[in-house]
Nanobody, 123 residues
Framework: EVQLQASGGGLVQTGGSLRLSCSAS????????IGWFRQAPGKEREGVSC???????YYADSVEGRFTMSSDNAKKTVYLQMNGLKPEDTAVYYC?????????????????WGQGTQVTVSS
């Protein structure tokens, strides 16, 4: 069974950093695409960063230059390093997976989801 778990959220001040982790199990890690999504109160879920099974990447304009994805295939874990955090980054962050190498940035293309981790950035 496909299982995902997001962790690493917390409370930081503006300009601070956090590293989120998404641990995966139940599938061939390198055959899947992984996406990070976030949802703030009163807002729709949005794509933050995604990586396809063949290495194509996507970053939302709002996080370009501040967030970076990386992976550890041996640990079957994807990371999201978040630097220069802003209050508008406050949201619940989710990791999700889909079967295939084509990069999609829409949440409805990802059938498997982990539980979210809360990121709060104070002014």
């Amino acid at each position: 069974e496909v299982q995902l778990q997001a962790s690493g959220g917390g409370l930081v001040q503006t300009g601070g950093s956090l590293r989120l982790s998404c641990s995966a199990s139940g599938f061939t890690f390198t055959d899947y695409s992984i996406g990070w999504f976030r949802q703030a109160p009163g807002k729709e879920r949005e794509g933050v960063s995604c990586v396809s099974g063949i290495g194509d990447t996507y970053y939302a304009d709002s996080v370009e230059g501040r967030f970076t994805m990386s992976s550890d295939n041996a640990k079957k874990t994807v990371y999201l390093q978040m630097n220069g955090l802003k209050p508008e980054d406050t949201a619940v962050y989710y990791c999700a997976a889909r079967d295939g190498s084509v990069l999609y940035t829409s949440s409805d293309q990802y059938p498997w989801w982990g539980q979210g981790t809360q990121v709060t950035v104070s002014s």
